[in-house]
C-alpha cells in the first residue's frame, strides 16, 4: 500500500485558514489501512479543526467526506456536490490522490493533508515499513525477495557496505541491514551463490530519474 | 611490468608498504594540507587523502590530491559514490589523472547521515563494486562506460576498503572476492584491533586464493586515549576494539594514553609483518599526523 501521516495541525490550519467552507475528504483504501486519512481521521481532524478556529474567533464550516478512492475518476464523481459547496477540499489522500482531485476539479483548491511516505507493509500494529520504490526494473529474484534499492540506505547491488554490525544498519540501530537479510534469507534458501556475480551498474532510466513515467496498456486504450 | 604509481612499484618490489592519511581542511586553506605533507613526507610510500569523509564538508579530494602531486607526496585519491553520479565520477577520475594523480581508493562512503548536512540528497547511482569495474575497464579498454573510446584513458591503479570486522562475517571474504574480480589492485582494511578475527579473515581469503590476487595493507589507528577507544568501539560504524584493548588503555595514566597507544600499533605492525598475505600497513593517525613519522621510524617500516 501508499502509506502517509498526517500533517502537523498547525501547518494544516495555515493551509485552510483563508477559506471559510472547508470539505475534508478523506480516502478509503490505502491511506485509511495507515490510520492516516479514513472516516475515522477526517472526523477527528474536522473535530480539531472546528475546536482550534473556535478559540482563535475565526468562523469556518466544515464538511466531512470520504470517498473509496481519490486517484480514481468513478469515485471523485462522488464527491463532486461537496466540492460544488465549498470554498477549498482538504484532501486526506497520497499526493496522487491530491493531484487527482486537482485535475479534475481544474477551478477548485486542492489542498494536501497528508505527508505520503512510502510504498510498503504493515510489519506489526502500527509499525509501518517501506518495502519498494517502484524502480521499474525489478530485481528481487536475485535478492531472496529483499529489495536492497530501497532497504540499504545505500542502494547498494554487491553487497553490505562495510558499516552494518550485528544485522543493524549503520544509519540507526533500529533499521535492519537490508544485506544482512538477504544473505541469511539465501543462506536458508541455498541461493548464497546468487551474490558471488557481479551486479553492473543499474539503469535507474525506469525509475524517476528518467522523468516522470507513464504505463500504457494499448489492450485497455479506448 | 608496467607499474601504474609509485605505490604500485613497491608492492610489486615485494617490500612492505606504508600509506599514510591526510583529511582535507574544512576550508580553502592550502597551509593546512602543506602542513600535514611536512609530518608525512618521508615515512610514508603515498598518502590516501579522504573525500568529505563522515560526510562533512571539506575541500575536494581531487583537489588535495593535487596539492600533493605538486609536493613530491603520492597521493592516492579516495572517492566514494554518495555525491556523484556516473557522469560526474567518470570525468573527476579523467580530470584527477591530467593532475598527476596515479592511485584511487573506491568506496561507498559514510552515510550523510552522520554528517553536517544531513538533510542532503544522496546519489549512490552505482555502488563501490561498479566504481572499482568503472575505473579498470577505462584503464583496460580505454573507454568510458558507454564504450566512447578515450583520448587518453586514465591509467590509475586501483584500492578498495574491506571491513574484516562489519557483520556477517561469512559474506566478508566473499565482497573481498568480488571487489578482486571486479578489478581492484590493492586493499586497505579498516582498523585493526581485534587480530584473531583479522587472522581468520585473512585465513579465509588466502584459503581461496585471494591474498595471491592482490596487495593487502592492514588498518592503523593509534589510539590517544581510553576515551577515543571507547569511542571508536560504540560510535564509529564498523569498528571493533575488543574490550582487552580498552583495559589496557585504561590501565595506564592519561599522561601515557597516548604512547600506549603507539605501543599497541608497533605490536599489531610486528604481527602483520609475519602474517602472510598482507603486504602493508595503512596509518590513519586521525588528526594526529605527527604520530605517524614516530610509528614507521619505531617499527623499522624506512
Keep these: 500500500m501508499i502509506t502517509a501521516s498526517q500533517k502537523p495541525i498547525n501547518e494544516i490550519i495555515e493551509l485552510v485558514e483563508p477559506y471559510k467552507k472547508l470539505l475534508i475528504l478523506g480516502c478509503g483504501t490505502c491511506v485509511k489501512t495507515c490510520f492516516a486519512g479514513g472516516e475515522d481521521e477526517v472526523a477527528v481532524l474536522a473535530s480539531a479543526l472546528k475546536l482550534s478556529f473556535k478559540k482563535m474567533a475565526r468562523p469556518i464550516e466544515i464538511e466531512e467526506l470520504t470517498i473509496e478512492r481519490q486517484c480514481e475518476n468513478e469515485f471523485i464523481q462522488e464527491a463532486s456536490p461537496g466540492i460544488a459547496r465549498n470554498d477549498a477540499v482538504l484532501s486526506l489522500a497520497c499526493g496522487a490522490g491530491v493531484q487527482a482531485m486537482a485535475k479534475r476539479f481544474a477551478k477548485e483548491v486542492v489542498l494536501p493533508g497528508l505527508n505520503t511516505t512510502f510504498i510498503g507493509i504493515q510489519e506489526s500494529p502500527g509499525i509501518f515499513t517501506e518495502e519498494c520504490s517502484g524502480c521499474g526494473n525489478c530485481s528481487l529474484a536475485t535478492f531472496g525477495s529483499i529489495c536492497p534499492v530501497t532497504r540499504c540506505a545505500k542502494k547498494l547491488l554487491n553487497g553490505p557496505c562495510g558499516g552494518s554490525q550485528k544485522g543493524f ?35 535507474w532510466n525506469t525509475s524517476l530519474s528518467g522523468g516522470p513515467r507513464k504505463l500504457i496498456r494499448e489492450d485497455h486504450i479506448i | 611490468m608496467k607499474t601504474y604509481s609509485h605505490l604500485h612499484e613497491k608492492l610489486a618490489s615485494g617490500e612492505f608498504a606504508v600509506t599514510g592519511e591526510c583529511g582535507p581542511p ?13 609530518l608525512l613526507q618521508g615515512f610514508v610510500d603515498a598518502v590516501n587523502v579522504t573525500d568529505n569523509q563522515t560526510a562533512i564538508v571539506r575541500m575536494s579530494s581531487i583537489a588535495a590530491s593535487a596539492h600533493l602531486v605538486a609536493a613530491g607526496l603520492e597521493p592516492v585519491m579516495q572517492m566514494v559514490v554518495r555525491d556523484r553520479n556516473r557522469i560526474a565520477i567518470q ?8 593532475l598527476g594523480i596515479r592511485n584511487i581508493l573506491c568506496l561507498s562512503g559514510d552515510h550523510q547521515k552522520f554528517g553536517s548536512q544531513p538533510d542532503a540528497m544522496n546519489v549512490f547511482d552505482i555502488d563501490s563494486v561498479n566504481l572499482i569495474r568503472t575505473v579498470k575497464d577505462m584503464r583496460d579498454t580505454g573507454k568510458d562506460m558507454s564504450g566512447f573510446d578515450l583520448d587518453v584513458a586514465p591509467r590509475m591503479f586501483i584500492g578498495a576498503a574491506a571491513n574484516p570486522f562489519a557483520d556477517p562475517f561469512e559474506y566478508r571474504v566473499i565482497r573481498l572476492a568480488k571487489k578482486i574480480d571486479a578489478g581492484a589492485d590493492f586493499i586497505q582494511t579498516q ?22 590476487k592482490v596487495y593487502i595493507l592492514g588498518g592503523i589507528t593509534p589510539l590517544k586515549s581510553a576515551g577515543m577507544a571507547r569511542y571508536m568501539n560504540n560510535k564509529v560504524a564498523g569498528m571493533d576494539v575488543p574490550e582487552s584493548i580498552i583495559k589496557r588503555m585504561d590501565g595506564v595514566d592519561k599522561k601515557s594514553q597516548a604512547d600506549e597507544g603507539i605501543k599497541i600499533c608497533l605490536e599489531t605492525i610486528e604481527e602483520l609483518k609475519e602474517t602472510n598475505g598482507v603486504h602493508g600497513v595503512h596509518i590513519m593517525a586521525i588528526e594526529w599526523e605527527e604520530a605517524v613519522g614516530q610509528i614507521v621510524e619505531q617499527a623499522s617500516l624506512k
Design chain 2, 191 to 212: 582498523c585493526i584491533y581485534n587480530m584473531d578475527r583479522f587472522k581468520e579473515w585473512i585465513r579465509l581469503a588466502s584459503e581461496q586464493g585471494l591474498t595471491d
Design chain 1, 169 to 203: 544498519c549503520e544509519i540507526d540501530p533500529d533499521t535492519p541491514c537490508a544485506w544482512h537479510l538477504i544473505i541469511e534469507r539465501l543462506t536458508t534458501l541455498g541461493q548464497l551463490d546468487n551474490l558471488k556475480t557481479y551486479i553492473p551498474p543499474k539503469n
Design chain 2, 91 to 98: 570525468s573527476d577520475i579523467m580530470g584527477a589523472y591530467s
Design chain 2, 26 to 38: 574544512r576550508g580553502a586553506n592550502v597551509k593546512v594540507i602543506d602542513k600535514k605533507i611536512k
